[in-house]
């Protein structure tokens, strides 16, 4: 167990919709990083967050967007959703700005847009 | 950009054997490079990290990878392979001037008995 849990497990819906996904980092964990790991992209940098504010953004689409709120859980909105979103989301948490310290995973949400 | 490559989708190996599985990293500055496991239907958990401290690391579960600066490689090995190492590995690298990580497309490692 890293410590770092995510809600919900698993998520279906249709396209078109919105969900929520949600990221509790491990404790005294200021940074968060979302990724998506699906079959042709493999595993890829979406955003991070440090102590409530954007640090970084990669590969993430404009009908994505995430927030760290106070208490630094953080979640990802996913709108408009089409059947290519559909793929597995990690939320990681890691201590600070510390360039080599390590990123603790969660155990994922599988997104299934049918 | 950082990026790391990741040889052979798939590696079968008897239990008992040696496990090698191949990453080589493509970085401009000393790179922070990484290898995590994923058991199926589980999230990534980090196997071990190089920071530049030693060129030889050790890791969880009797792995270990050596940097190579010569050959830009960060393989990953074990002596001997157990059934319950049969995951995906992937390859990682600390991308310049950010935290994110940067993956290597994985490598799926099968163990026979």
């Known amino acids: 167990d890293s410590g770092v849990t995510q809600t919900p497990k698993h998520l279906i819906t249709a396209t078109g919709q919105r969900v929520t996904l949600r990221c509790s980092p491990r404790?005294?964990?200021?940074?968060v990083y979302w990724y998506q790991q699906s079959l042709d992209q493999g595993l890829q940098f979406l955003i991070q967050?440090?102590?409530?504010?954007?640090?970084a953004k990669g590969n993430i689409l404009e009908r994505f967007s995430a927030q760290q709120f106070p208490d630094l859980h953080s979640e990802l909105n996913l709108s408009s959703l089409e059947l290519g979103d559909s793929a597995l989301y990690f939320c990681?948490?890691?201590?600070?700005?510390?360039?080599?310290?390590?990123?603790?995973f969660g155990p994922g949400t599988r997104l299934t847009v049918t | 950009a950082q990026s790391v490559t990741q040889l052979g989708s798939h590696v079968s190996v008897s239990e008992g054997a040696l496990v090698l599985l191949r990453c080589n990293y493509s970085?401009?500055?000393?790179?922070?490079l990484f290898w995590y496991v994923q058991y199926p239907n589980q999230g990534l958990q980090l196997l071990l990290k190089?920071?530049?401290?030693?060129?030889l690391v050790k890791g969880i579960n009797g792995f270990e990878a050596e940097f190579k600066k010569s050959e830009t490689s960060f393989h990953l090995t074990k002596p001997s392979a157990h059934m319950s190492d049969a995951a995906e590995y992937f390859c990682?690298?600390?991308?310049?001037?950010?935290?994110?990580?940067?993956f290597g497309t994985g490598t799926r490692l099968l163990v026979s008995p």
């Open positions: 990681a948490s890691s201590v600070g700005s510390l360039v080599g310290s390590e990123q603790y």
């Open positions: 404790s005294g964990d200021l940074s």
């Open positions: 967050y440090y102590n409530g504010e954007e640090r």
């Open positions: 970085s401009s500055v000393p790179p922070y």
């Open positions: 190089y920071t530049s401290a030693a060129t």
């Open positions: 990682a690298v600390r991308d310049t001037g950010f935290q994110k990580l940067v």
